[in-house]
């Protein structure tokens, strides 16, 4: 039987990285799509499929599918043997049966939530499968190597997509411009309707609308304008647009930037210096990957928010940086992959060639916020940006 297409594990690779990293075997359970990684790799949701089901890879060895009788003809191929059990005691048998007790196994659940992107599998199954001997730990350095790595072709599409994002932003600026210099009325939900129109064009597509924002408006991180909700943009404003798009093709993976834009030719001392620092922030943090990929030292996700953080803490606004420096980017924004915090998390994961990121400071202020958005892809020979980092506030000559 053909195995099915949906199917995204190498079964090879994976027994390859449990025996590098010390594992006995990578268990993934789901029940009712409560495990997105689990859904991800599957690719099951076309399958009728309504009881707990087991995937366990060993080390080595041929992987066993442990599924409810009656779902016996359920599934699509998949590598290795079925197993298949009834009620609760014959599931807690079968799984006795399935994974041994020496040695440790993986699972997407994370201790203390440190990683709650892969922390998917509930406490009472957790707490089921301890009581069965089972020594268990987490599966985030599996998931990224197996779920967050960029193949070449999604690489591709990231560089197209980041054509796209990078297009619109500049046209959005210049229609807004345009429309000050003409004394025509422009608010926040009229360009990002214009940025979704050049999104269709291009045939590219979003998980959700973009972030325009004006002064007290870009304070709200995750602020964005509706129909019924937006603010007027008028000389004198703080402009930040937060833009995200990808291709409209199988697997292809965002590009996620956001521009900051002043309208008028000369901002404020005050927004200036906040933009500056926030810039800094963020190329400190871009600095200190390529300096220890250089080194041939690995660095953790943690680890690079704690740099582009300590800076803007010296710089007087810790206290106005409330999220993360950055989170995995993939055919989700926010994907599986390592993200670079220590402030919301504390991701340990090693940033691995193969996987990409955002680095994007902020800054918000009651009266304005300033946000700078790249992308950082890991390629063979070190960081890559493929979206163009702002230098200088766009300033609007109105």
């Not at 833009?243 to 001392?269: C, H, N, Y």
Request: aromatic residues 10%.
């Amino acid at each position: 039987m053909k195995q099915h297409s949906g199917f995204l594990l190498d079964i090879d690779a994976v027994q390859e990285a449990l025996r590098r990293e010390g594992l006995a075997g990578w268990l993934i359970y789901d029940f009712h799509g409560i495990n997105a990684v689990a859904r991800a790799l599957f690719s099951l949701s076309d399958y009728h499929i309504t009881r707990r089901w087991f995937y366990f890879i060993p080390a080595s060895g041929e992987p066993t599918l442990l599924a409810h009788a009656i779902e016996k003809t359920s599934y699509p191929a998949l590598p290795g043997r079925m197993l298949l059990y009834a009620g609760l005691q014959q599931m807690q048998e079968r799984l006795r049966e399935v994974l041994p007790t020496a040695g440790q196994i993986a699972m997407e659940y994370s201790p203390m939530n440190d990683v709650p992107t892969v922390s998917y599998v509930d406490a009472g199954m957790i707490e089921l499968l301890r009581s069965l001997g089972v020594d268990l730990v987490t599966s985030a350095n599996l998931v990224q190597e197996f779920q967050a790595k960029w193949s070449a072709e999604q690489l591709r599409s990231h560089i197209a997509a980041a054509q796209v994002v990078h297009e619109a932003q500049r046209e959005a600026f210049q229609m807004i411009e345009t429309a000050l210099q003409a004394r025509t009325p422009i608010n926040e939900y009229d360009v990002q309707q214009f940025i979704l129109q050049r999104f269709a064009a291009a045939n590219c597509i979003t998980d959700s609308a973009p972030i325009v924002a004006v002064n007290a408006n870009a304070s709200n991180p995750h602020y964005a304008p509706t129909a019924s909700v937006y603010s007027p943009i008028r000389p004198g404003d703080v402009i930040l647009i937060d833009l995200w798009a990808k291709q409209k093709t199988p697997r292809a993976v965002f590009a996620d930037i956001t521009w900051m834009g002043f309208a008028g030719a000369e901002p404020p001392e005050r927004v200036q210096h906040v933009f500056d620092t926030v810039r800094e922030a963020r190329d400190r943090g871009v600095d200190f990957l390529r300096q220890n990929w250089q080194a041939g030292k690995p660095v953790k996700g943690y680890e690079v928010d704690q740099i582009v953080r300590q800076y803007i803490t010296e710089a007087s606004f810790g206290d106005y940086f409330v999220h993360r420096t950055g989170h995995s980017l993939g055919a989700e924004v926010h994907a599986n992959g390592v993200n670079i915090d220590s402030y919301e998390t504390r991701d340990s994961r090693a940033i691995i060639p193969g996987v990409a990121f955002s680095i994007e400071p902020g800054v918000y202020l009651p009266e304005f916020g300033v946000r700078s958005e790249i992308n950082v892809y890991l390629g063979d020979n070190g960081p890559e940006i493929h979206t163009e980092p702002q230098r200088a506030l766009v300033t609007l000559q109105v």
